[in-house]
């Protein structure tokens, strides 16, 4: 397992080239930097696509920051068409996740370890950092293998299982 959160895959097809970024165009706007929230008419991913590939992400009325950077590039092939597709966090988010866990680490480990705090708490207080970074991971690659699934169906036309559906929120909203 990746300690930075980061997933790549290829997808294969006997598509054309030509057919199969037209496909993925259909699903794909110009990136806006202000969305409508009333607009239900939006495409699944927004971002960038051309001849050698394409850098999107999914498209959100909310923010998430847990949604990865996709970046695909289209090689053909005698069979038709393979698609290098890599997915990760966006850097500031990686940047802030870096920062929080140096200021963590500065601040605790020596109240931890020289601070006369019991070997428990000293426990708790160490292994924090590494319980909220496995939950951080959990959240990337949650959003990411739903990216995953819908990618693989835009691009092959091949279903695939579907994720669980996502957790309700203590009003019964979907999150």
């Known amino acids: 397992m990746n300690i930075l959160p980061y997933k790549s895959f290829t997808l294969e097809t006997p598509t054309p080239l030509a057919q199969v970024k037209q496909q993925l165009a259909s699903r794909i706007e110009p990136p806006q930097l202000v ?5 239900g008419k939006h495409a699944p991913y927004q971002g960038t696509i051309s001849d050698q590939g394409f850098e999107i992400r999914r498209t959100l009325n909310r923010r998430n920051s847990f949604l990865p950077n996709i ?18 966090l966006h850097p500031l988010v990686l940047i802030f996740m870096g920062g929080w866990l140096s200021l963590w680490c500065m601040g605790v480990v020596p109240i931890a370890l020289f601070g006369g705090e019991s070997l428990l708490t000293g426990l708790g207080l160490l ?20 990216s ?9 036309g091949r279903e695939v299982p579907k994720l669980p559906p996502p957790l309700r929120s203590p009003r019964g909203k979907r999150n």
């Open 35 to 39: 969305r409508s929230s009333f607009s």
């Open 127 to 146: 292994m924090m950092p590494i319980g909220i970074s496995a939950i951080f991971l959990a959240f990337f690659h949650y959003e990411a293998l739903g």
């Open 148 to 156: 995953q699934q819908e990618l693989t169906k835009f691009i092959t």
């Open 71 to 88: 970046q695909g590039r289209f090689e053909p092939h005698s069979a038709g068409t393979r698609c290098h597709i890599t997915m990760q």
